[in-house]
C-alpha cells in the first residue's frame, strides 16, 4: 500500500534529482502523410535535430510519418488547437482558412523552381508566413513541392482538350478543383491516402502531383500516362501550433525559427536527389511520359485568377511575385 509519506518521499527525491541539473525534455509531436525517407520527413528530423542541439536538449521532435496523426485537412484542426505541434503540410488545404495562400498556389504563378525559391525566401514569402498566426498556427518555413504534372490510366494529356470528360482526383482545395475543371475535366477531392485504389478501381481516371509523389505513393503502377504541364511549383509549409510556440520562451521562440529555416537547406539538397531517383524509376518501370505545349493550360487558367484574385492585397502579390527575376 502506498502511503503519503512514500508519495511525500518521492516528490522530495524528483525535486532533488531535479535540482542536482537534471532538465525535463519537453517531445514536439510532428506529423506527416509522406512515408519515412520521404524528403519533407527527413528535413522535419533535422530540424528537430538542430532544435535539439540550439535548446542543450531540453526540446526533442518525434515526426509522425506516412498520415498516422490523420490526413492533412484533420491534421490542420489538431495543430491549430495544440492537439499536434508541428505540421509538414501542403498549401492547398490553407486556401481556404487563409487567402493569402491562395497567391502561390496559383497555376504557372512560379516560372520555375528557381523563380518560387528567391520569391518565397524573400519580402513576399516572410508576408505569406505571418498570415498564419491570425488562425492559430506560426508558419515557420516553406519546402519545396516540386512541380505538379498531371498523369491518368487513359491517355497521355498534350493538350486540355486530352482532359475532357476525365476524372482527376485534386487535394480538398477549391482552387485546385476549379484548376482541373477550367481544363473540362472533373475534379474528385480526395485523401491522399486513398488515390491509388480510387485510380486502380476507375472511381478516377487520374491525378496530379510532383515525381517523388508519383513514385512514393505507387501511383505509376496504376496510372501509366505522365503528362509534364507543370501547372503548380506551390511550396509546403512547416507550421507549428501558436498554443504550442506561445509557451516557449523568448529565446526558444527564436531557436525554433532558425532551426526550422536551416532544415531548408537540407530539405533542398534531399529534395533535388529523390527528385532525380524519382523520374529515374518512373521512367525505367515503363510510365509513358510526355511533353506539353504550356500555353494553352495557361490560357485557360484566366476565370481561375478572376475567381480568387479579386483583393487588392492579393493582386498586389501576384504582381509583385510576377516581377521577380
Not at 497567391?103 to 523552381?113: E, G, H, Q
Not at 528567391?118 to 519580402?123: A, F, I, Q, R, V
Not at 498570415?131 to 497521355?156: N, Q, T
Not at 502531383?209 to 496504376?222: D, G, Q, T
Request: charged fraction near 25%.
Amino acid at each position: 500500500m502506498i502511503t503519503r509519506r512514500a508519495i511525500y518521499g518521492a516528490a522530495l527525491a524528483l525535486c532533488a534529482f531535479a535540482a542536482g541539473g537534471a532538465q525535463a525534455q519537453t517531445v514536439l509531436r510532428s506529423t506527416d502523410i509522406h512515408p519515412d525517407g520521404y524528403p519533407t520527413v527527413e528535413a522535419v528530423k533535422a530540424f528537430g535535430s538542430a532544435l535539439e542541439k540550439k535548446t542543450n536538449g531540453r526540446y526533442k521532435v518525434q515526426v509522425f510519418h506516412s498520415a498516422q496523426l490523420g490526413q492533412e485537412k484533420d491534421t490542420i484542426e489538431q495543430t491549430r488547437f495544440g492537439v499536434i505541434d508541428l505540421n509538414r503540410i501542403n498549401m492547398g488545404p490553407f486556401n481556404n482558412l487563409i487567402p493569402e495562400t491562395f497567391v502561390p498556389a496559383l497555376p504557372f504563378i512560379f516560372r520555375s523552381v528557381d523563380h518560387m525559391r528567391k520569391t518565397m525566401d524573400g519580402p513576399i514569402g516572410d508576408q505569406i508566413l505571418k498570415a498564419f498566426e491570425p488562425h492559430g498556427l506560426v508558419a515557420l518555413a516553406f519546402y519545396d513541392s516540386g512541380a505538379r504534372s498531371f498523369y491518368d490510366s487513359k491517355r497521355p494529356i498534350k493538350a486540355p482538350a486530352d482532359m475532357k470528360g476525365m476524372k482527376i482526383r485534386v487535394q480538398q482545395s477549391d482552387l485546385f478543383i476549379d484548376l482541373v475543371n477550367a481544363l473540362g475535366a472533373n475534379a474528385t477531392p480526395m485523401p491522399a491516402g486513398e488515390v491509388y485504389s480510387a485510380i486502380q478501381t476507375g472511381v478516377v481516371d487520374g491525378a496530379e502531383n510532383n515525381w517523388p509523389s508519383y513514385e512514393s505513393f505507387r501511383h505509376a503502377e496504376v496510372a501509366k500516362f505522365y503528362s509534364q504541364t507543370e501547372h503548380s511549383m506551390s511550396p509546403e509549409v512547416l507550421v507549428m501550433s501558436k498554443r504550442s510556440f506561445d509557451k516557449l520562451s523568448p529565446a526558444d521562440q527564436q531557436a525554433v525559427r532558425e532551426a526550422a529555416k536551416e532544415s531548408v537547406v537540407e530539405m533542398r539538397k534531399l529534395w533535388e536527389a529523390r527528385e532525380k531517383t524519382a523520374e529515374e524509376k518512373v521512367r525505367a518501370s515503363g510510365t509513358q511520359v510526355n511533353a506539353v505545349d504550356k500555353q494553352p493550360f495557361i490560357d485557360a487558367m484566366k476565370p481561375v485568377y478572376d475567381k480568387y484574385v479579386k483583393d487588392a492585397k492579393l493582386k498586389e502579390l501576384v504582381a509583385r511575385i510576377q516581377a521577380t527575376n
